[in-house]
């Protein structure tokens, strides 16, 4: 409240002798002229209005501007508002002046002042525009004194700091570098503002890296993420909520990797925190021994190992075969003839390959295309989607191997190319290579087991006892579906 004493002071002497004074003449004597007199009672009348004015100013700016509202609001008043309060006051003081104390119409000075306005304002017009944006940043209230934002403006420069005043013409940043950058009101108005904190104090941030594609995601992920996470407080990302990788794209030097983290602008400045983040993931990567992707051209030849559209040769369909559990244990001799009988078929969207309960003798093994896979499902009567089949899987070797009926329905979801292997394809390969038998077996029990497991629940121990017994019956059942006698 002292900054309220010598406005009331003065206030005080100015009323005192507006009320106690008679003129010049109680003060000075009769000897002095009436237009002295005039002067004198004018000067103390304007003395009055503009101290009186003088300590109203102060009384808002203290008690409702920096005291009621500032509380309210949580933050300081921006000190455009407080010199606005302050043109209002000045207004209504040259008002009472000119039509109180000299009993004069004010009309015409607004209309001369009009004239006189657009002049001036033609001349200021870039000031003008400065205070026009300034007065509306704070009535929309977009970002206030305390908030860190980040300034994208037309010209490409960019702004990052904490906001301490937004006054008529301009607004002030604090940067990182402890200095003051100051922007005109006008170019913060036609930029973008991104403001880190609101709606709540803490904001995400994001970096990205691109490394080789030859490089295994998971691997990738894993040391992003421990480096990301090595950064977590006291170094000022924040553990809640956790920091995530995520592959972002595919570009032209490889695969573009985003991190995403999370911290409190007024705690610890975005650069700042960029800093920590990248120190660690950097640490991280060069103990691991990956390096980041640069731009390069290869030129490479190599033999795919699913055959294309265009391929359709012997050597591609053993290295198709060679890639499936079924046949993996099964020699490189026995594939090739496996390979030659094959048949390559394709489907439409929406073709039913087998159905569910209907006797088949061929398996299928995908190379292009998605199929679903659907069982019925008793307690609802309906056919319900379980699944999915890609490329480089397989499905209905037990049909194959044993003539037992298809276990699921499987529907083409997109166009498919695929290899049937016919119950006439492998009646040769057997009878030729009595000797895989056993291994084919094995593989087929595990991946029955594995769909019974799926589709029925079954506990890993159940799974272990009746592994064997699952595999002796699917190798009598294909010593009977294929005519071959028990060897010895």
Not at 109 to 130: E, M, N, P
Not at 210 to 233: N, Q
Not at 448 to 464: D, K, M, S, T, Y
């Amino acid at each position: 409240m002292r900054n309220l004493i010598i406005p009331g002071v003065i206030f005080l002497v100015f009323a005192v002798l507006s009320v106690t004074s008679d003129g010049p003449s109680s003060v000075f004597g009769a000897r002095e002229s009436i237009r002295f007199a005039m002067v004198f009672n004018y000067l103390v009348q304007i003395g009055v209005v503009i101290s009186g004015l003088y300590l109203l100013n102060r009384l808002l700016n203290i008690v409702l501007w920096d005291s009621l509202i500032s509380r309210a609001l949580g933050t300081a008043i921006p000190r455009l508002v407080k010199d606005l309060s302050t043109v209002v006051m000045c207004i209504v003081g040259i008002t009472i002046i000119v039509g109180v104390v000299f009993d004069r119409p004010v009309t015409g000075i607004w209309a001369t002042s009009g004239a006189l306005g657009v002049v001036i304002g033609f001349a200021l017009r870039s000031l003008i525009l400065d205070a026009f944006t300034g007065l509306a940043i704070n009535i929309d209230n977009s970002y206030r004194i305390g908030d860190w934002v980040h300034v994208h403006s037309r010209n490409r420069a960019e702004y990052v700091g904490c906001i301490l005043e937004i006054n008529w013409r301009t607004t002030r940043l604090q940067t990182t570098d402890n200095n003051v950058i100051i922007i005109p009101n006008s170019l913060i108005g036609q930029s973008i503002v991104t403001n880190f904190s609101r709606p709540s104090s803490i904001s995400r941030f994001e970096l990205c890296f691109c490394f080789d594609a030859a490089l295994p995601p998971a691997r990738v992920i894993r040391v992003l993420l421990a480096g990301v996470k090595g950064a977590i407080a006291p170094r000022g990302i924040e553990a809640e909520p956790e920091p995530t990788v995520r592959i972002n794209r595919i570009v032209d030097a490889g695969v573009e990797y985003r991190i995403r983290y999370w911290i409190y602008p007024h705690k610890i400045s975005p650069p700042r925190a960029r800093h920590a983040v990248i120190e660690h993931v950097l640490h991280d990567l060069r103990l691991a021994g990956i390096h980041l992707a640069h731009p390069k051209q290869d030129v490479f030849f190599a033999r795919w190992p699913i055959p294309s559209l265009k391929s359709d040769s012997t050597d591609d369909r053993v290295a198709l075969l060679s890639a499936i559990d079924l046949f993996r244990q099964v020699k490189q001799e026995a594939l090739s003839t496996l390979a030659s009988h094959m048949k390559r078929v394709t489907f439409k969207t929406g073709d039913t390959v087998v159905t569910a309960g209907a006797q088949g003798d061929s398996m299928f093994i995908v190379t292009e295309g998605l199929l679903d896979v659907y069982v019925h499902d008793e307690s609802e009567n309906r056919e319900v989607k379980v699944g999915h089949i890609t490329s480089g899987q397989f499905f209905g070797e037990i049909a194959l191997l044993t003539g037992r009926p298809r276990s699921a329905t499987v529907i083409a979801s997109t166009d498919v190319v695929a290899y049937e292997i016919t119950h006439d394809c492998m009646w040769e390969f057997l009878h030729q290579y009595p000797d895989m038998l056993k291994e084919i077996s094995e593989v087929a029990a595990n991946l029955q087991l594995n769909e019974q497991r799926f589709l029925e629940g079954i506990h890993q121990p159940a799974l272990v006892e009746s592994h064997q017994s699952l595999s002796d019956e699917i190798l009598m059942s294909i010593r009977n579906f294929f005519g071959l006698s028990r060897r010895r």
